[in-house]
């Protein structure tokens, strides 16, 4: 506790350099409301945690009554003063743990200010945090740390502050408002032709198997290179778009115009004329193709998808211009629902554990699913698998090849592993005569298929699904609407 702390009508003295960023009597009023009223506890839990206090007397009295009540126990002023102990080495300005409790409980706020107290203790300990995160980028400045590290480790300071202030869209509710929701969601269905609770992909084979990209969930497709991973989220985010969502996708690894390229070439698909985007780039295209290149282009000008193609990005930057973006719609009325990521393995991980892979996939895979709940967003989210794929004969792969997969087997919602047989097929020449002859055969079987196993998905069953694709033109369909 700092020396000398009292009430509101006597002599406090602070030696913290954050000493201004905090309100003493707001700390005890709620904190004398909380041992007094039944229902404050209930209030404020939600709000503010103990190390949102500043007075760290406040920070232990708070957990105590914290653990009253996660123990079941009644929490009223008796029964509080008689466990709160002697707090410690805590200072209370000569007051034994009781008076001061009483002295708490004396100064309570009025049951209609708790609420406006709790923001007020928790939006000080913000303005300390902020404060910290500048007091660390100036060391880190002054100690000649990297620009770009010392700004990241203030980014990632600072977007903690601003997710802990975003609105929750996952408080607690009871059984029945759960129930009732429930029932409310079933007779939706029922009323609503076509119904479907998620994002589409763009592709009813998938759509009816997952229901869509949902709101607050964190999905993985992932692949060997070659598989058509980048493809896939581009024509599924152009796709979103297109139906009216607003996307947001960063590309970690091509321009923002190779992006256009993909999406254009696949929105003047057909299947008698198709235009590999590669033509686009060299200038290889037929006048009948311009015309409808032209036609696709000019249909995207006012596309709801903005492509953030800058390289090296770290989770907390991704979060912050992801925010950035959302509270924008919002302030036009609208709503972000959808975030594209490509890839989850080539976000910079933060310094916290460099050199040590597996966490540093975890701290991705875990952040991605929380930006997920905390924005009430779809996010989808590329991935790439082990080479061990590679060494096996049958190179189907299996969630066990996703690369440091524990935490993300475990974060994400939806996993949908790629597979493209071609891909092999094309890489493996040579051997017999009959050997190749086999191959080709069986090349040109499954020349434009790709699989796509749903090996997890927490709503829903599992199980293969078989799309045709043109990789080279960016384009993916379902088999039996091919020429679509």
């Given at each position: 506790m700092s020396?000398g702390?009292?009430?509101a ?8 350099p ?10 005890q ?9 039944k ?9 503010i945690t103990?190390d ?7 920070q232990?009295?708070y957990?105590?009554?914290?653990a ?5 126990g009644?929490?009223?002023y008796?029964?509080v003063k008689?466990?709160l102990?002697a ?7 000569g007051?034994t ?9 004396a100064?309570?706020?009025i049951?209609n ?7 007020i203790v928790?939006d000080?300990?913000q ?10 980028l100036?060391e880190?400045?002054e100690?000649?740390?990297p620009?770009?590290d010392a700004?990241t480790?203030a980014?990632a300071?600072?977007d903690?502050?601003i997710a802990s202030r975003s609105?929750p869209h996952?408080?607690?509710v009871s059984m029945?408002e759960?129930?009732r929701g429930?029932?409310?969601?079933m007779?939706t269905?029922i009323s609503?032709?076509n119904?479907m ?10 759509d009816?198997?997952?229901g ?6 964190f ?9 058509g991973k980048?493809?896939l989220d ?6 979103q778009a297109?139906?009216g969502?607003?996307a947001l996708?960063f ?8 992006i ?13 004329s ?11 295209v037929l006048r ?5 290149l032209?036609?696709?282009a000019?249909a995207?000008e006012?596309l709801p ?8 990005l ?5 979060a912050?211009?992801a925010?950035?973006?959302h509270q924008?719609l919002q302030r036009?009325?609208k709503t972000?629902d959808a975030?594209?990521?490509d ?5 910079r ?5 460099q050199?040590?892979p597996?966490q540093e ?11 997920a ?6 996010v ?6 082990n080479?061990g794929v590679?060494n096996?004969d049958?190179k189907?792969?299996t969630?066990?090849?996703l690369r440091e997969?524990?935490?993300i087997e475990?974060?994400?919602d939806l996993?949908?592993?790629m597979?493209?047989?071609?891909y092999?097929?094309?890489r493996h020449t040579?051997?017999?005569?009959e050997?190749?002859?086999?191959r080709l055969s069986r090349?040109a ?5 790709v ?7 927490r ?6 699904v078989?799309?045709m694709?043109?990789?080279?033109c960016n384009?993916?369909?379902?088999l039996?609407?091919?020429g679509q």
């Amino acid at each position: 506790m700092s020396p000398g702390v009292a009430f509101a009508d006597e002599v406090v003295e602070i030696e913290s350099p954050n000493s201004a960023l905090h309100n003493l009597e707001a700390e005890q009023a709620l904190l004398g409301a909380i041992i007094s009223q039944k229902e404050a506890l209930s209030k404020v839990k939600q709000i503010i945690t103990p190390d949102d206090f500043f007075e760290p007397v406040h920070q232990d009295l708070y957990t105590k009554i914290l653990a009253i009540h996660d123990d079941g126990g009644a929490l009223t002023y008796t029964i509080v003063k008689a466990k709160l102990g002697a707090f410690g080495a805590h200072d209370l300005g000569g007051l034994t743990a009781a008076a001061y409790a009483a002295r708490l409980a004396a100064e309570a706020a009025i049951p209609n200010e708790v609420i406006d107290l709790a923001r007020i203790v928790r939006d000080m300990a913000q303005r300390r945090a902020l404060a910290d995160a500048g007091a660390i980028l100036r060391e880190r400045i002054e100690d000649d740390a990297p620009i770009m590290d010392a700004a990241t480790d203030a980014l990632a300071a600072i977007d903690e502050i601003i997710a802990s202030r975003s609105d929750p869209h996952t408080q607690p509710v009871s059984m029945g408002e759960a129930a009732r929701g429930s029932i409310e969601r079933m007779q939706t269905a029922i009323s609503t032709p076509n119904y479907m609770p998620g994002l589409t992909s763009g592709l009813r084979t998938i759509d009816d198997r997952t229901g869509g990209f949902k709101r607050g969930e964190f999905s993985v497709i992932a692949g060997r290179p070659g598989m058509g991973k980048s493809a896939l989220d581009v024509a599924i985010a152009r796709s979103q778009a297109a139906a009216g969502y607003n996307a947001l996708l960063f590309s970690l690894e091509m321009t923002s115009a190779d992006i256009a390229d993909r999406a254009i070439a696949d929105a003047a698909w057909n299947d008698h004329s198709p235009i590999p985007y590669q033509n686009m780039r060299l200038g290889k295209v037929l006048r009948e193709q311009q015309q409808r290149l032209t036609e696709a282009a000019l249909a995207f000008e006012r596309l709801p998808l903005v492509i953030e193609p800058q390289a090296g990005l770290t989770l907390s930057q991704i979060a912050a211009r992801a925010r950035k973006h959302h509270q924008k719609l919002q302030r036009q009325g609208k709503t972000l629902d959808a975030i594209h990521i490509d890839h989850m393995h080539i976000v910079r991980p933060s310094n916290r554990y460099q050199g040590r892979p597996v966490q540093e996939v975890t701290e991705i895979s875990n952040g991605l699913k929380a930006l997920a709940k905390d924005l009430n967003v779809a996010v989808i989210a590329m991935a790439q698998l082990n080479r061990g794929v590679e060494n096996r004969d049958n190179k189907r792969p299996t969630m066990s090849d996703l690369r440091e997969s524990g935490s993300i087997e475990q974060d994400a919602d939806l996993i949908l592993l790629m597979f493209r047989e071609a891909y092999y097929l094309e890489r493996h020449t040579g051997g017999s005569p009959e050997a190749e002859a086999a191959r080709l055969s069986r090349l040109a079987h499954v020349m434009d298929i790709v699989e796509l196993d749903i090996v997890k998905q927490r709503s829903g069953p599992t199980g293969v699904v078989t799309l045709m694709c043109d990789i080279a033109c960016n384009v993916f369909r379902d088999l039996d609407g091919a020429g679509q």
